[in-house]
Every structure is written in structure tokens, then in C-alpha cells.
């Protein structure tokens, strides 16, 4: 019996090492793990500027992609070396009708193009459309059905984010690994009359 469960046990350490070493030879990489090509994405991510996107939505948009891509804000005396130009659109459509003809469930849907480029020759380095749907319920206070979708949208935009900043690291580590990230620029002090 105990031989038994040890052998198991030996069966299951033993095909979990074998997936692992199938895995990494295949050339699998974890995206956010620790690799050689890891610490080189978040420099790149961090040098990249959000131009401004209409509407309310889309300055939402904007704020959290920021913060996304750039946790710890740009170090001073370097400036961004990528523009990231998103168009977003927006559209509702509710489900669930009941007999009387009124919706008790809306999906939220948020669409994302976005063209990365970079800023010293202006070539477009990649570019994707994202999506992301959100649903709520449509309830009989106009009230909680605005904060409802409020919330439905707020989760769209979190997930769009995100979407884009992982696109935006498989880019760099990927067929945008070879991309210099900007070096930090010393200010020159001003030269003065030694007193």
C-alpha cells in the first residue's frame, strides 16, 4: 500500500518534469515570468506615449492605459519613444427580452484599434483591433441600471488595458525585441562664471 502511493507520487513528479522540459523546448516563454527577454519588454512598454482619445470613454481609456504600460511613470530625463494611437468605439445591445417586451439584460461592447509607432522615423511598428463585452442587468431604477452600466463599462475598459498591454509586450519580445529603448538623457548644467 505505501509502496503504491509512493509510486505515484514518483509517476506524478516525474510526467510533471517531462511537460516542463516538452514545454521550454518547444520555445515557450511566460509573459510575465522572469526570462532573458523579460526585463527588456518593460522599458519599451514604459516609453510609450497614449495620445489623447475623444470622449469621456476614451480619456478613461487613456488614464489606464497609462498606468498599464507605465506603473512607476516615466524617469526623469527620459522621454516616451513610442506613440500609441487608439480609436475606440462603443455599442449596446440588450438580450433577454421578456414577454412584455422589456429587456432585463444589456451587453456592453468596447472595440480598440491601435497603431503603435515609432517616434524617431514615424513607422508604424504594429498595430491590432481588441474587444472586449461587458454585461448588466437593465432594472427598473433608471438609476441602477446607469451605475450598472457604468460598471459594465469600467470593466471593459480595465480588460481592453490590459489586452493591449500584452499585445504590446509579445511585440517586444517578439518581432520588437531588437528596438533600442531610449537611453536616460543627463540634463547639461548651465555654465556659469566660477565665483
Keep these: 500500500m505505501l509502496f503504491n502511493h509512493i509510486f505515484k507520487r514518483l509517476t506524478t513528479v516525474l510526467a510533471v518534469l517531462i511537460g516542463t522540459g516538452a514545454v521550454s523546448a518547444c520555445g515557450f516563454q511566460p509573459l510575465y515570468g ?3 527577454n523579460t526585463s527588456q519588454v518593460q522599458p519599451h512598454l514604459a516609453q510609450i506615449a497614449v495620445q489623447p482619445i475623444p470622449d469621456r470613454v476614451g480619456q478613461i481609456l487613456r488614464s489606464t492605459l497609462s498606468r498599464t504600460l507605465n506603473p512607476t511613470a516615466h524617469t526623469p530625463g527620459t522621454g516616451p519613444a513610442y506613440d500609441l494611437a487608439v480609436t475606440l468605439t ?10 412584455d417586451a422589456f429587456a432585463t439584460r444589456a451587453n456592453l ?26 454585461s448588466y442587468n437593465i432594472l427598473s431604477s433608471e438609476f441602477a441600471t446607469k451605475t450598472a452600466r457604468d460598471d459594465a463599462r469600467k470593466r471593459a475598459i480595465q480588460d481592453l488595458a490590459a489586452t493591449i498591454r500584452t499585445r504590446l509586450a509579445i511585440y517586444f519580445q517578439g518581432p520588437g525585441l531588437n528596438q533600442p529603448p531610449r537611453r536616460q ?6 555654465v556659469g562664471p566660477r565665483l
Excluded at 462603443?90 to 414577454?99: D, G, P
Excluded at 461592447?109 to 461587458?134: E, F, I, K, P, W
Excluded at 538623457?185 to 548651465?190: C, E, F, I, L, S
Design 34 to 36: 522572469q526570462g532573458p
Design 90 to 99: 462603443e455599442a449596446v445591445s440588450t438580450l433577454a427580452v421578456e414577454r
Design 185 to 190: 538623457t543627463k540634463t547639461p548644467r548651465p
Design 109 to 134: 461592447s468596447l472595440n480598440a484599434s491601435y497603431t503603435l509607432t515609432r517616434r524617431a522615423d514615424q513607422v508604424t511598428l504594429s498595430s491590432a483591433s481588441v474587444g472586449s463585452v461587458s
